[in-house]
């Protein structure tokens, strides 16, 4: 009976459906694409009422937090949609660079709504309103000054961006996938295709919290580079580490079903070695105990990426596709 | 981790083995061609390398107006058989851990020489970005002093390349010589190239800017550390070339290598890091030959390197052709549709990268493509990156249809060793 109850418990695995594509869409992506949309709308509202930087900053905490909950999704309307809502890493300091020419030199761009989606990504979205909120360089602007109207600039391009995002996940590429294998269906071929497709996501997105999120400011023993943390400045960097493993929780049971003990199991390992991390922004990493500590946190991302491969990927004989970060 | 590839149901698998099985076409057969193609790219390579190596030593033995010319179209000729060998990249380790020390971008250049004040000095992310080591015969480099009196090709490999741990201290390649040959392009997305007198080599009193012996070491000991390191490459797919072997030892492995490194390139590295990122930053300074004004010629070469990789065929820059039998053949045989879908894909992307490459060379430069709000550049660069992208899902299915999975999951860490995943 034991044997049976396995062979049950693996049974929806055995066949990728369109069902499974379409429960992780409608029950998982849609309602967090939402989600996200109302974050930011309630963030531009806030920024409304008043610009300044500690009254924007709780909005600005709470809709960085509704975006994690897709920023690992890269197809589709996010294909080119997440690199203007969220532009990181910055290798050469392109964001500091550009909002430092717009405020000095006033640029009007900055003051108009309807014109900003013709700005460089690098002043754009989340990791601009990051440096203007939290970067004493900047955020010490008063309510008349013109970095108060560059933020509310920001958030209505941002709030834009993101209905804009909601909308075409819903109404187009909800149907894309879910529709696989239809004959006018130029971008998946069959249901499999739709499915490896959302795989693939998934594992790609904790392939670049674990190298990226967390390598990057890790740097090596010798030199390590807390300056290179995302949103360091705002204390997020843990966070984000976090929420970006839940989503991929979520998507994995979305995708295959509540039986996923291994990834679960693997999931509180990642919650355990998150809650002995001294500093959520990963500023002291020169001290080799806090150091290891992250080390720690990053093989445990890496193992639930196993343990979502041994689950989900090897019962199915499916491995990733080529993702977005694929080169350098 | 590795770059992994989309696989396939078991069912799939042994019914393209089956088919593949009757083949005409041996999988030997199309890795030979794979690695003759990859002998003669490199071999190409490092021959226009020398004749940049020739000219260099004629720039600095005396500088003139035609001598920098003739150095710079040396460059430029270097780049076509080099563009086109990109595409051996991703799916050779040999090449990869390789490729940094040669084609390295972006580069922060005021490591190595003057630049202008719009240029700004060190950053959060490179304390050495405005280092300027032309200038300073004594460095100081993450708080060790450095003597850098004489420029060898010892020192900008040992301690300049990558100093500090930071990737774009990029002391060392074709961008490090396109910068001393071209200087910074200061034209914004307007139009020109860098401008870089000949005198920035002349000697006594005609020297401009200051320190041209030091830059003219700088060049020559840059140039002579690309020839030799593309002699090393070339060595590794002559025949028995540890590069050229490892991709015949099995031809699983082969064709896998083949597929990751045509799909690596076209999406994650080229669509994605080269071309729809610096077109979304709109920063002129963000194109892969910023300096020569050289990166539509840059991304054309890599897509057609890209196409022959498929289809198995290179003309060489003596016009002589080296062909035979291609992946092309192999996945027709196996799947005739998916082919034509994979030929006509590709065939999209060069016609898309022939349309940015006209404009360029009419005049249209790809830096004043990267403009904000010009639409007419945005569509000529996303007809490219489109083009890569769509390619890339039909190469995916070439892994699918060529029952490749197995070997997919070979390369995978935690389906080899699961335990190892919960030490």
Request: overall charge negative.
């Amino acid at each position: 009976m034991k044997h049976l109850a396995v062979l049950i418990a693996l049974a929806p695995l055995s066949l990728p459906a369109s069902a499974d594509t379409a429960r992780a869409v409608n029950d998982l992506i849609l309602p967090s694409f939402e989600n996200f949309a109302q974050g930011a709308q309630v963030l531009h509202q806030t920024a409304l009422a008043d610009c300044r930087s500690d009254a924007v900053a709780p909005a600005y905490q709470a809709a960085f937090d509704t975006w994690m909950g897709v920023s690992g999704l890269r197809i589709g309307p996010s294909e080119t949609g997440a690199l203007s809502i969220a532009f990181w890493p910055d290798d050469r300091g392109f964001t500091q660079r550009t909002l430092a020419r717009l405020i000095d030199t006033e640029d009007p761009t900055g003051l108009d709504p309807s014109e900003y989606h013709e700005m460089s990504i690098a002043a754009r979205g989340l990791f601009a309103l990051d440096m203007l909120l939290y970067d004493p360089a900047f955020n010490t602007y008063g309510a008349g000054d013109y970095t108060c109207g560059l933020v509310q600039t920001i958030t209505a391009d941002l709030d834009r961006q993101a209905d804009a995002l909601s909308t075409s996940w819903a109404e187009d590429y909800a149907e894309v996938l879910i529709g696989a294998g239809a004959p006018d269906n130029t971008i998946y071929l069959s249901s499999d295709e739709a499915f490896r497709a959302l795989y693939t996501q998934l594992l790609s997105g904790l392939e670049f919290t674990a190298d990226t999120r967390l390598g990057r400011p890790m740097g090596t023993f010798e030199r390590p580079r807390p300056k290179l943390a995302e949103a360091w400045r705002s204390d997020r960097s843990l966070g984000n580490v976090l929420i970006s493993a839940q989503a991929a929780q979520g998507l994995a049971h979305a995708l295959a079903g509540p039986e996923l003990p291994q990834t679960d199991a693997a999931f509180s390992q990642v919650m355990l070695a998150a809650d002995r991390v001294s500093d959520p922004s990963f500023q002291d990493l020169d001290d080799p105990q806090a150091r290891l500590r992250v080390e720690v946190l990053q093989q445990r991302v890496r193992a639930l990426y196993g343990a979502i491969e041994i689950e989900i990927g090897a019962p199915l004989g499916i491995t990733p596709g080529f993702n977005s970060q694929d080169g350098d | 981790m590795t770059h992994h590839i989309l696989a396939t149901s078991a069912l799939a698998l042994s019914f393209g083995l089956a088919t593949a099985a009757g083949a005409d076409v041996s999988k030997t057969e199309v890795l030979t061609t794979y690695v003759d193609i990859a002998a003669a790219k490199y071999d190409d390579s490092l021959t226009t390398a020398k004749t940049l190596q020739a000219a260099v030593n004629n720039l600095i033995d005396a500088p003139s107006e035609e001598t920098l010319s003739a150095a710079r179209s040396a460059w430029l000729d270097a780049r076509v058989p080099y563009q086109q060998s990109e595409v051996y990249r991703f799916g050779n380790p040999i090449v990869d851990d390789w490729e940094g020390m040669v084609n390295a971008w972006p580069l922060d250049e005021g490591l190595i020489d003057y630049v202008d004040a719009s240029y700004g000095g060190p950053t959060d992310a490179n304390e050495l970005a405005a280092l300027n080591v032309i200038a300073n015969p004594s460095l100081s480099i993450a708080g060790k002093s450095i003597d850098a009196t004489s420029i060898t090709p010892e020192l900008i490999s040992d301690t300049l390349n990558e100093a500090d741990g930071i990737e774009t201290n990029v002391a060392r390649g074709y961008h490090a010589i396109e910068f001393l040959l071209w200087g910074q392009d200061l034209n914004g997305t307007g139009p020109g190239a860098g401008e870089r007198p000949y005198t920035d080599f002349a000697t006594g009193d005609d020297c401009t800017n200051g320190n041209c012996d030091r830059r003219a070491d700088y060049l020559r000991a840059a140039t002579d550390l690309l020839v030799s390191d593309l002699e090393y490459m070339a060595a590794q797919w002559a025949p028995n070339g540890a590069a050229r072997d490892t991709v015949l030892t099995s031809e699983g492995a082969g064709l896998v290598a083949i597929l990751t490194g045509m799909g690596s390139l076209s999406y994650g590295e080229q669509a994605g890091e080269r071309m729809r990122l610096g077109l979304m930053l709109n920063d002129p300074e963000e194109e892969h030959d910023c300096f020569s004004d050289n990166t539509h010629n840059s991304h054309y070469y890599d897509a057609l390197g890209i196409q022959s990789a498929y289809l198995g065929r290179y003309v060489r820059p003596d016009g002589s052709v080296i062909e035979g039998p291609s992946l092309a053949d192999l996945t027709a045989e196996v799947d005739p549709a998916l082919d034509a879908e994979m030929q006509s894909k590709l065939e999209a992307t060069m016609s898309a990268m022939s349309d940015l490459k006209a404009a360029a060379d009419g005049g249209f430069s790809y830096d004043m493509m990267l403009e904000q709000g010009n639409a007419e550049g945005e569509a000529l660069v996303m007809g490219g990156v489109n083009g890569l992208i769509d390619q890339t899902r039909t190469i995916e299915r070439i892994v699918v249809a060529l029952g490749l999975d197995q070997i997919a999951f070979e390369g995978s860490d935690s389906l080899d060793q699961p335990e190892a995943v919960f030490e």
